[in-house]
C-alpha cells in the first residue's frame, strides 16, 4: 500500500506540473505592432479580443507617443495597460493619452537611458476622466523628468491623490497640472 501510495502521488504531482506549465502558453497573446504616426511606433501584446497591452514605444524623432488605440492589420485595439519598462530610450518628451480603463504598471521607464527622459505628459482620450488608482504606485519610480498631467485629464481632487501616491512609490522628479 504504502508503494502504491508513491505512485499515485508522484502521478498526480507530474500530472499538476504537466497543466500548470501548460495553461499559461495559452494564455499569451499574439504580438502588434502600429505606427501611431509619421514618428511613433507602439509595439504589444493582445490582452482581448480588442485590447492591447503595450510593451515598447519607438520614435524616429526625440518625443514619443502612447496612443489610447492602435491600428495594426487592419483592426483597431484599445490601449488595456502600459506594461513596466515601456519606455526604453531618452526622448525629450512622452506623451500617455489615456483612457479610463487603462492601467499603467510599474516603472514605465526602468531602464538607464529612459529615466532620463525630460517629460512625461499625461493626458486622456477624448471625453474621458483618469483617475489616481489607474496608476501603480511605482510607476514612475525613479524617473528623472518632470510629469505634467494636463486638467482635461483628471480633476484637481484627483491629481492630488495621484501626486501623493507617486511620492509614496519614489518618484522624486516635479509633477505639475497644467492647460
Known sequence: MNKLGRKVSALLLAAAVTVSTVIP?????SPVSGKVDSDSTVSGSTTGNTTIAVTDVTS?????TIPSSITANGK???VDVIRTNTIKKK????????RNTTKVE??????????????????????????????????????????IVKKSAMTKKQFKKLKKKLRKGGFKGKIRYKK
Do not use: M, N
Open 106 to 147: 510599474a516603472q514605465v521607464a526602468k531602464l538607464k537611458k529612459a529615466k532620463k527622459t525630460k517629460k512625461i505628459v499625461i493626458t486622456a482620450a477624448a471625453g474621458q476622466k483618469i483617475k489616481a488608482s489607474q496608476f501603480s504606485k511605482k510607476a514612475f519610480k525613479k524617473f528623472k523628468g518632470k510629469i
Open 60 to 64: 524616429t524623432t526625440d518625443t514619443a
Open 76 to 78: 483597431t485595439y484599445d
Open 91 to 98: 526622448y525629450a518628451s512622452v506623451t500617455l493619452v489615456l
Open 25 to 29: 502558453a495559452f494564455a499569451a497573446g
